[in-house]
């Protein structure tokens, strides 16, 4: 169990819809139904949007609520979209019956401590990270937590400053690694293949042993990106999947034989237990520095707040502690 002030104050309350944690009583939220969306994001991006924009993203966004005007105010209540299985960024705490404990992670905190200093009412919305961007993009949502900063992406959006960095790994299944069997010898079904997907053993070591292997990502994410422009020179499939958990059970399944992702993100859940019989293989570039969102030209009121309530909150030694509570 993760060690977390974000349980603490401000108090979250469960917000109108299922999918969202709330931590304002403010009752103005706003949103948009997915037809509104995709017509907005094409009318105000003519053939570029859908660069960052996956075919099928738009199911994953939230409802209809209201019109898309946002300015800096203490009044208005901003919706925050948040990947909903990133630990140790941001992650549902499915296992928590306290409303204020509903969402948790380094962003969620830093999030928290800058809007108490700075007085900002929000909500944060679980989605898959594909649905992110064009739910920011749209005006479905007002910020991002946790987006890595691309010269493409910035070009849709403005970003914060950084409040993290980190680089892309390769996944693999340790073979080394085996469950404990049942009572009748049998190996449960979390056990790690030992032939890959071309119906070698051979393991890999990393990305020039991919030939004709099959290599999982999450949709819409920098890794992904980096495995769409390689897969050629290393000769791998992609198999393109929404969530960490889903390419760890691909990996367990058969259904991919490593995957590509954030390497704090799965260093911290290494440590948490989480994914047992995996071990990271080779780093890869490029780096990976991580920040508040926000939609080219809007909300600027609010991305100048968070920077400057990041900046005090890295001037006071918080940010500091904040860090070493997910990266020790």
């Not at 961007?133 to 691309?150: E, K």
């Not at 991919?210 to 990502?217: D, I, R, W, Y």
């Not at 198999?239 to 260093?267: C, H, W, Y």
């Amino acid at each position: 169990m993760m060690a977390l002030t974000s349980c603490q104050s401000p108090k979250y309350h469960p917000a109108e819809t299922e999918s969202a944690a709330t931590v304002s009583t403010a009752e103005n939220t706003q949103g948009h139904t997915s037809d509104h969306i995709q017509e907005s994001t094409n009318a105000g991006f003519p053939g570029g949007a859908q660069d960052l924009i996956p075919e099928n993203a738009y199911q994953h966004l939230p409802a209809d609520t209201g019109d898309q005007t946002r300015e800096a105010s203490e009044d208005i209540q901003y919706r925050f979209a948040a990947d909903k299985a990133f630990a140790p960024f941001s992650e549902e705490n499915e296992k928590s019956s306290e409303e204020n404990c509903r969402f948790r992670g380094m962003s969620v905190e830093i999030l928290q401590t800058i809007a108490a200093e700075q007085n900002i009412n929000y909500e944060i919305v679980p989605m898959d990270f594909s649905a992110i961007l064009p739910s920011v993009i749209s005006g479905g949502s007002d910020a991002a937590l946790a987006v890595a900063f691309t010269p493409e992406r910035a070009e849709k959006l403005n970003f914060s400053d950084f409040y993290a960095e980190g680089s892309l790994c390769l996944v693999i299944g340790d073979r080394s690694w085996k469950p404990e069997t049942d009572s009748n010898g049998i190996l449960p079904e979390e056990s790690i293949p030992d032939v890959y997907s071309d119906g070698t053993a051979e393991e890999i070591t990393g990305v020039q042993s991919l030939l004709n292997k099959t290599v999982a990502v999450r949709e819409g994410t920098v890794a992904a990106e980096w495995a769409e422009n390689n897969r050629e020179r290393y000769g791998f499939t992609i198999n393109t999947l929404q969530e960490l958990p889903s390419m760890v059970e691909a990996i367990r399944d058969g259904e991919a034989d490593a995957f590509i992702e954030e390497k704090t993100a799965v260093s911290y859940q290494m440590r948490q237990g989480e994914l047992m019989g995996l071990k990271i293989c080779e780093d890869l570039e490029p780096s990976v520095e991580l920040a508040f969102a926000v939609d080219k030209g809007e909300n600027a009121g609010l991305l100048e707040k968070l920077n400057r309530g990041l900046k005090k909150l890295k001037d006071s030694g918080e940010y500091s502690e904040i860090l070493k509570r997910y990266q020790d």
